[in-house]
């Protein structure tokens, strides 16, 4: 089955780093994705790690793939005020030409200055 | 500038009334996607396209309809049979259905009176 699981809300201080957690249920998925959605507005891609890889880096974020415990976390290092926002996990399930995205419940994040 | 756009941002409807949500993209892309996104429940996948004259039923597909007569457009109808319509509809679209990333707008927010 398909189920992402995120809890909803994390504060930390401005400076600190955030680490946001998601479960995922399905093993077969291809591709896990973490999006940002500020208020009122679309998701907007943050980054994506295939399902082969342990761990991405990219600037100030870092995503950790645990297949095992079918865990996909997000580190941002030295959180800022403009990274307050809802974090979306997703998993990607190839099926027949299609790929079939579940998203988890989303993370609001708030960063306290 | 490419993008994909919703409109209108905020919508209010009388119950009873259906009503038509606009997506359009001018990104060339094959893929387009409809979501619904209520609080604590993350996004539910509504209908979805992978290429033009072509829609499929997402999740939640139960008192909504769409069409897909140019590329360019995807517009999402809620009907009166939808039980529970207010909400925040996001539209997505990417390269190809199998593509890693979609695009989504920046939502439409319909409030049913």
């Known amino acids: 089955g398909e189920d992402v699981e995120q809890s909803l809300f994390l504060s930390v201080r401005e400076g600190d780093s955030s680490v946001i957690n998601c479960t995922y249920t399905d093993s077969s998925s291809t591709y896990l994705y973490w999006y940002k959605q500020e208020p009122g507005a679309g998701l907007q891609l943050l980054t994506y790690i295939f399902s082969n890889m342990d761990m991405k880096q990219d600037q100030r974020l870092t995503v950790l793939l645990n297949k095992k415990d079918k865990h996909l976390s997000l580190r941002i290092a030295d959180t800022q005020t403009g990274d307050s926002a809802i974090y979306f996990c997703?998993?990607?399930?190839?099926?027949?030409?299609?790929?079939?995205?579940?998203f988890g419940t989303g993370t609001k994040l708030q960063v306290i200055p | 500038d490419g993008g994909i756009t919703q409109s209108p941002k905020y919508l209010f409807r009388k119950e009873g009334q259906n009503v038509t949500l606009s997506c359009e993209q001018n990104l060339n892309h094959d893929a387009m996607y409809w979501y619904r996104q209520d609080p604590g429940q993350g996004l539910r996948l509504i209908y979805y396209s992978q290429i033009v004259n072509d829609f499929q039923k997402g999740d939640i597909a139960e008192g909504y309809s769409v069409s897909r007569e140019k590329k360019e457009s995807f517009p999402l109808t809620v009907t009166s049979a939808q039980k529970n319509p207010t909400a925040f509809y996001l539209c997505a679209s990417s390269i190809r259905s199998s593509s890693n990333e979609q695009f989504f707008g920046p939502g439409t927010r319909l409030t049913v009176l």
């Open positions: 997703a998993e990607a399930l190839y099926s027949g030409g299609y790929q079939k995205v579940t």
